[in-house]
Nanobody, 125 residues
């Protein structure tokens, strides 16, 4: 069983940057797609970014394209999310998740099989 631990969240001013990291332990996730989601109170958890097992392909929600970059290091079993030009609307708890063993990047949270505990990102205006 994979265990995921996110880190890197915090309070930042609009226009700033953060780098979120997700460390995996337990069963290997090298063959799995990985994703980042975010959630604000009263709203459903929404897809932010995904990456295939090789790292060759990525996919982003329209709201974050050009500002967010997902990457993975299978040797170190980490998945990162570089967030630039932060906006107050980016304020949320960010979760990393393990997807299925496929080359398809799903945006539906039901497709993901394991989740971290989340890290809070707060952007002040």
């Amino acid at each position: 069983q994979v265990q995921l631990v996110e880190s890197g969240g915090g309070l930042v001013q609009a226009g700033g940057s953060l780098r979120l990291s997700c460390a995996a332990s337990g069963r290997s996730f090298r063959e799995n797609t990985m994703g980042w989601f975010r959630q604000t109170p009263g709203k459903e958890r929404e897809f932010v970014a995904g990456i295939t097992r090789s790292g060759a392909r990525t996919y982003y929600a329209d709201s974050v394209k050009g500002r967010f970059t997902i990457s993975r290091d299978n040797s170190n079993t980490t998945v990162n999310l570089q967030i630039n030009r932060l906006e107050p609307a980016d304020t949320a708890v960010y979760y990393c998740a393990v997807g299925p063993r496929t080359t398809i990047i799903y945006t539906s949270r039901e497709r993901y099989i394991a989740w971290g505990q989340g890290t809070q990102v707060t952007v002040s205006s």
